[in-house]
């Protein structure tokens, strides 16, 4: 079994829906992040948590939120969705002693 | 975080090395090279990272030179599954600051050909 994963793994809504993208690991790594990607572009980080009680806002933090339900789950929330919210969106984790971000095999999201 | 810049594109024969190239000049210190990359659409894969010294894994070697300002990844004999966009990333492992962020730019894709 994969030790990221996410889901669903494509999506499609409509503009003004609430959705949950979901992140589960297998890990036991205390870190986990949500990138989204872009066409041609690279990642952005959007949210990124240290452990249960610590999250933290990324660069393009506006129009998601997020829950960290448990060391092995991160879930991203998009309150109201628009179509500039269409993109490839990533979990990754990693362990605090090594930093190296292990990623999910992504979540492809068109909004409508 | 440093600045990285790459090349946006090269090819590399089937069972040949395959050299990619990372400028970092504005490097610090205590900031570490790493290297990922992306196959078509994939989560992003790490690959190796180093601070000063060259470095080895079975994936890859990474050396670094010794200004620390360019670096080189380098695929000993690259396959058709090595085609990928590679990202060279510069960042501060611990200390103050270290958001865990990576910051990808644009990249390189690396095309193998038959």
């Known amino acids: 079994d994969a030790d990221v994963t996410q889901t669903p793994r494509n999506r499609i809504t409509k503009t003004g829906k609430r959705i949950m993208l979901e992140c589960s690991q297998t890990?036991?790594?205390?870190?986990m992040y949500w990138y989204r990607q872009d066409p041609g572009l690279g990642l952005r980080l959007i949210y990124y948590?240290?452990?249960?009680?610590?999250?933290n806002k990324g660069e393009i933090s506006d129009g998601y939120s997020v829950s960290r339900q448990a060391q092995a789950k991160f879930s991203l929330s998009l309150e109201s969705a628009i179509p500039n919210q269409t993109a490839l969106y990533f979990c990754?984790?990693?362990?605090?002693?090594?930093?190296?971000?292990?990623f999910g095999p992504g979540t492809r999201l068109l909004v409508l | 975080d440093a600045k990285t810049t790459q090349p946006p594109s090269m090819d590399c024969a089937e069972g040949r090395a395959a050299n990619l190239p990372c400028n970092h000049s504005?490097?610090?210190?205590?900031?570490?090279v790493y290297w990922y990359r992306q196959i078509h659409s994939q989560g992003p894969q790490y690959i190796i990272h180093?601070?000063?010294n060259n470095e080895t894994n079975e994936m890859a070697s990474l050396i670094i030179t010794e200004d620390r300002k360019s670096s080189t990844l380098i695929l000993p004999h690259a396959t058709l599954r090595d085609t990928a966009v590679y990202y060279c990333?510069?960042?501060?492992?611990?200390?103050?600051?270290?958001?865990?962020?990576?910051?990808f730019g644009q990249g390189t894709t690396l095309q193998v050909k038959p």
């Open positions: 180093g601070l000063k």
């Open positions: 990333i510069v960042r501060v492992v611990r200390g103050s600051g270290n958001t865990g962020k990576l910051i």
């Open positions: 890990k036991g790594h205390d870190r």
């Open positions: 504005t490097i610090s210190g205590n900031e570490y």
């Open positions: 948590s240290f452990d249960v009680k610590d999250i």
């Open positions: 990754a984790t990693s362990d605090q002693g090594r930093e190296t971000q292990y």
